[in-house]
């Protein structure tokens, strides 16, 4: 069997568990991430090589210096697969693999998944509902948007992830001063009616054109307002055969469909309004969810999207069969704060369900596994008070990503 060789592209620390994975399947691993995170705990015993990017940004000068570097790398490192392991790193496994002639997404797929207009004139032209919205090229069309829909509004970028740079609007002359604001960039930039709703998310793995794992779960505080109003992020999987999940999975394969998803994974998020009652799509990401939701994921379901998504991207390259293995079946739910001190004591959970805890300064988390959604929700609640009297800081949105 030839050994083949990935290139992981990790502008921000994760994916190690797709790393290891892909090492361990007998391939040759190579990291291009950036200098911000040299000293990071990346596994090394899984990588065999490391290469820096000065700048995570997309721009035209820094794109150009990433494909003057890897062409030299690659005179010495045969390169036979590109994986992008983030959100940010999207574009630039695309633009590698189309300059390089490597299998797998190119720019145009690519930008369903990273461009939050693309997405919204794809799913609209093939008939799937979205919030109504409106690029910000034409004054008058604009104009004429605002008139004839119901705020409030969402002014938000079309790349950035999660509610980094949204801003929320409720009149004319207020959006116009936001996109005023925005100056040369606001054609990076889209206007949509905010309506509330309900708010799920559906993490799934792809294989050859076909959906061939995925769970539906509903945030019970979204990043959105996680981010804008300082709560607990909190989300809880459902159950894998009830009315609301087969049509969660029902729309998100027509989106994987329209948006030419073939093998990754992906992270797409849907709302159903509560105005109409009727699911609307949000955006997706040809990635494995943040946040943490992979390890909920694999709480509920025994499957680790990153370990998984390693093993279908080396079937893929090697022409063999892919399984997913089997599921198990629990109910799972995530929580996670921002918390006062530095390395809080959770010592006070102790409940038995919990699966998982977080490690991290200034954080608080958890995961809580269980046969029965409502032994999930009533300690989320409970956890939710804890963390809120005991532990819970928040800190404004920032207007563009940090690593």
Not at 71 to 86: E, G
Not at 181 to 187: F, I, P, V
Not at 357 to 375: A, C, D, F, T, W
């Amino acid at each position: 069997m030839a050994q083949l060789s990935f290139l992981c592209i990790a502008t921000y620390f994760k994916g190690q568990d797709f790393m290891r994975s892909c090492k361990a399947l007998g391939n040759t691993v190579y990291l291009l991430t950036v200098e911000k995170l040299r000293d990071a705990e990346w596994p090394h015993d899984a990588i065999d090589d490391v290469f820096y990017l000065p700048n995570p940004e997309n721009t035209s000068e820094n794109l150009d210096r990433m494909l003057t570097g890897l062409a030299h790398t690659m005179r010495q490192h045969k390169i036979d697969r590109v994986v992008a392991l983030d959100d940010f790193d999207v574009e630039k496994g695309a633009l590698i693999r189309e300059t390089f002639r490597i299998p797998g997404m190119g720019q145009t797929t690519a930008r369903f998944f990273r461009d939050k207009l693309a997405m919204r004139m794809r799913a609209a032209a093939e008939g799937i509902r979205v919030p109504r919205f409106s690029s910000l090229f034409h004054d008058q069309s604009i104009t004429d948007f605002i008139q004839t829909s119901e705020g409030p509004w969402l002014v938000k970028p079309r790349s950035e992830a999660s509610a980094t740079g949204i801003k929320k609007v409720h009149n004319i002359d207020e959006a116009w001063q936001v996109i005023h604001a925005l100056g040369e960039r606001r054609h990076e930039y889209l206007i949509e009616e905010f309506k509330p709703g309900r708010v799920y998310h559906v993490d799934s793995l792809s294989f050859e054109g076909k959906i061939i794992f995925s769970r539906a779960s509903r945030y019970l505080a979204t990043p959105m307002e996680v981010s804008h109003g300082g709560g607990v992020f909190r989300t809880v999987t459902l159950a894998k055969n009830d009315a609301e999940t087969v049509a969660l999975r029902e729309i998100n394969e027509r989106v994987m469909n329209a948006f030419g998803m073939k093998s990754s994974a992906s992270h797409s998020e849907y709302i159903r309004g509560d105005h109409d009652g009727e699911l609307y799509f949000l955006e997706t990401a040809s990635r494995v969810g943040g946040a943490h939701i992979a390890e909920m994921v694999e709480a509920a379901s025994g499957i680790n999207l990153w370990t998984e998504w390693a093993k279908l991207e080396t079937a893929l390259a090697r022409n063999e069969r892919y399984k997913i293995p089997k599921e198990s079946d629990h109910y799972a739910g995530l929580i996670v704060s921002l918390a006062r001190q530095q390395w809080p004591d959770m010592a006070a959970f102790s409940d038995d369900e919990i699966w998982w805890r977080m490690n991290k300064e200034y954080h608080v988390g958890l995961i809580v596994r269980s046969k029965k959604q409502p032994r999930i929700l009533a300690l989320l609640d409970k956890y939710m008070q804890h963390i809120y009297n005991d532990f819970h800081a928040s800190a404004p949105v920032p207007d563009k990503p940090t690593s």
